[in-house]
């Protein structure tokens, strides 16, 4: 039985997604794991905000821990890197990492992820960590583009529509 697990980063690049897939009648689940996140103020502005649009749409939603020294740990040396460096790649593993692994152990068959929607992220990118954990872990990685046939603008609509927060900046804050 094919159960998805979806890795989410935030409300404004996942509605268009988890209201498509909830609609074909998927049997799908929605993880919020965001140690990259920065301030914890913010972390939970887009947790709460996340966790009420699967709410609205009866879609389970999993939340993982907020664990930030994980993540500076494992960025640790590339503070300076640009948004879709380097710092980026460890990012994306670490966070389908731990989703996958979720997913090995709670009987979901694939993942996938929105980490690539935004027109600020590099699609491949988000696709190369997923199939190197794909090999790892030993669950496939859907890396269906979601941006593709107008799901951008899809999911900008229903952002507006339900007045969703929108951030305007990733998630962490680098040091200059
Ligand atoms: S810019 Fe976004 S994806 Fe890249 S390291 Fe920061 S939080 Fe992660």
């Given at each position: 039985m094919?159960?998805?697990?979806l ?25 919020f ?11 939970h502005h887009?947790l ?11 879609v389970?939603f999993?939340e993982g821990?907020?664990?930030?020294e994980?993540?500076?740990k ?15 790649d460890?990012c994306f593993?670490?966070?389908l ?6 997913a090995?152990?709670?009987?979901f068959?694939?993942i ?7 027109r600020?992220?590099?699609f ?7 199939k190197?954990?794909?090999?790892e ?12 046939n ?22 962490c804050?680098?040091?200059?």
């Open positions: 094919d159960k998805l697990l890795l989410s980063c935030c409300a404004p690049c996942s509605i268009g997604v988890i209201t498509q897939l909830a609609e074909k009648g998927q049997d799908f689940a929605v993880m794991f965001n140690p990259n996140i920065q301030p914890e103020s913010e972390y887009r709460e905000e996340n966790k009420r649009i699967c709410h609205e749409l009866n389970p999993i821990d907020y664990v930030p994980l993540w500076q494992a960025t640790a040396g590339l503070e300076s890197e640009p948004e879709r460096g380097k710092r980026c460890v593993y670490l966070r990492k731990v989703g996958a692994e979720y090995k152990k709670h009987g068959t694939r996938s992820s929105v980490f690539g929607i935004s600020f992220k590099n491949e990118q988000v696709c190369r960590a997923g190197k954990i794909e090999d872990v030993g669950i496939p990685y859907d890396a269906t583009n979601w941006r593709k107008g799901g951008l603008e899809y999911a900008e609509r229903l952002a507006k529509e339900k007045n969703l927060y929108r951030q305007n900046y990733c998630g804050k680098p040091k200059k």
